[in-house]
């Protein structure tokens, strides 16, 4: 009598939303120390020695590290490395937004000729030559090949020693102090920069002063000098960062972002399908999510979740007791795992993987049923993890009926219904009550827009008039029409 039309229409829509918050920047200071930092110099034209006074004589201070750039004749440029000790830095922040570094000019004696003049260019050393040190060296003029920290030519090779991007540079022309800040690098690479140097592989700066001229001898913020700035300003380091911050996404993953990195701990979502975002937003910058913590997940109502390729921890029970828990696709290499991370989920989960990917041949992922779903989609949508999950290519057409019900995919996925079964009798229908019309269908799905039309003739159909409510428990929302003619109709209308 009041026949219910399904219609069908895909449209690729889909919108992410990220949380933002207000900046609140605190800054530390580093100074040199032996314990916190080195810096050295060697020349152009002896790549292969290091140039710098004994960090113990009489011409320093005792036990601090000289600090220079020197320049002879017939030297084409002059390079010097600094390095600071940040580890006193990590836990504390979430975002670095500004480094910059302080150097003090100087003569190396009284004659005028000696006035410092120069530029310095700072670059990223990269891990390749993390384990230099001053003070592991025999000095004076040491030979770099009987040391471990350069290799036998130095830290000269951009690309390889170190990273070609400019961090930034200053001129100077006089005695004095001057800034070099580190603008080169937007909030996102400096977070990136800080993170390695809080951790154990720090292999701090390049400071090159590009000159084309002869020059003589001078130094920048060393000990080595003479006059009133005679070792009071030793080089320093100053950053800029927001703290270390918790809170909950858009998509109700509880997050900590420390160093530079995202933690998640925990979930408040409503479950269904969960992509876990690459990247969450705090402070306005992008942090990689990088680990899942214990029990993050548990017991939470998900049927499916795709894990990003940055993951490399996954905690002790963190899916456990997630009861309607199919499929975990990793976007990426297999992370490391913790105990029994999927522990009593749904009967037959599998983890899936796509090619190229490794280490879900081997223990502990021989424990699972593992599945390689091919080739990464180019795309990776909500309908993409319901095709993995379901057996189907991720590029399967929408509007496919892969077992002959009459119900599309795109409708299948839409009322969370099993694509592998007939689903003839499970599309809604509308009852009447009274003198209205209700029709009742999930509407859950991610990227999904559900429209209920009406028609007297089911030729013209409109949506006005149509009053939906919900979501109930379930995810159902109920449509509802009052009758007012001999013949009414209501069709659901689902887009993606």
């Known amino acids: 009598m009041k026949p219910l039309k399904t219609y069908l229409q895909t449209i690729a829509i889909f919108v992410l939303l990220g949380a933002s918050l207000s900046a609140r920047a605190d800054t530390v200071v580093y100074q040199t120390g032996c314990s ?15 140039y710098s006074g004994n960090p113990t004589g009489t011409a320093g201070k005792s036990g601090e590290p000289a600090v220079g750039f020197s320049h ?66 025999s000095w004076n003029y040491p030979n770099v090949a009987t040391q471990p920290w350069a290799g036998a030519v130095g830290v000269s090779t951009a690309g390889t020693d170190y990273n070609p991007t400019l961090l930034g540079s ?60 005679f070792y009071t300003h030793s080089p320093k380091l100053t950053i800029t960062y927001n703290p270390a911050y918790s809170g909950t996404d858009a998509n109700g993953l509880i997050y900590t972002a420390v160093n530079g990195q995202v933690t998640i701990t925990g979930y408040s979502g409503s479950g ?84 190229g990917a ?33 057996g ?5 057409p929408l509007t496919a009926v892969p077992n002959n019900d009459g119900v599309p995919l795109l409708m299948d996925y839409a009322l969370n219904l099993d694509p592998t079964k007939n ?17 009742t269908y999930y509407g859950g799905s991610a990227g999904v827009t559900y429209t209920v039309l009406a028609s007297t003739d089911l030729q013209s159909w409109s949506a006005s008039g149509v009053t939906v409510s919900g979501p109930d428990a379930n995810g159902n929302y109920t449509a509802t029409i009052p009758i007012s003619s001999t013949k009414e109709f209501l069709r659901l209308k689902v887009t993606y």
């Open 36 to 50: 916190n930092a080195f810096i050295t110099t060697y020349w152009g034209a002896q790549a292969t020695s290091i």
């Open 72 to 137: 002879l004749f017939g030297q084409s440029e002059t390079r010097g490395l600094i390095r600071f000790d940040l580890s006193s830095l990590a836990g504390q922040y979430g975002t670095i937004t500004s480094v910059s570094l302080q150097l003090e000019t100087a003569q190396i004696n009284t004659d005028p000729k000696y006035l410092p003049n120069g530029t310095v260019n700072a670059y990223a050393i990269l891990p390749a030559d993390t384990s230099w040190g001053q003070l592991t060296a």
């Open 170 to 229: 200053f001129t100077y022309n006089s005695l004095g102090t001057y800034t070099l800040n580190f603008t080169g690098l937007n909030s996102a690479q400096l977070t990136s920069l800080i993170t390695s140097w809080t951790e154990a592989n720090n292999p701090g700066l390049l400071l090159i002063d590009p000159v084309s001229t002869d020059a003589y001898v001078r130094f920048v913020g060393t000990s080595e000098t003479y006059g009133p700035s």
């Open 272 to 355: 269904g399908a969960l992509i876990i975002p690459s990247s969450i937003s705090v402070y306005g910058v992008s942090l990689p999510v990088t680990t899942i913590a214990d029990s993050a997940f548990a017991s939470k109502n998900l049927t499916s979740v795709t894990i990003p390729s940055g993951v490399t921890s996954i905690g002790n029970l963190a899916f456990s007791g997630c009861p309607n828990l199919r499929s975990a696709i990793f976007a990426g290499n297999a992370p490391t795992l913790g105990t029994t991370p999927f522990l009593n989920d749904a009967s037959g989960f599998k983890v899936y993987y796509f090619t």
């Open 358 to 390: 490794t280490g879900f041949t081997s223990s502990p992922w021989t424990g699972y049923t593992t599945v390689n779903a091919g080739v990464y989609p180019p795309s990776y949508s909500p309908i993409v993890p319901w095709f993995i999950s379901n």
């Open 392 to 396: 189907f290519a991720y590029n399967t």
């Open 423 to 439: 689903q003839s009798a499970s599309m809604p229908k509308p009852t009447v009550s009274g003198n209205q019309m209700s029709l």
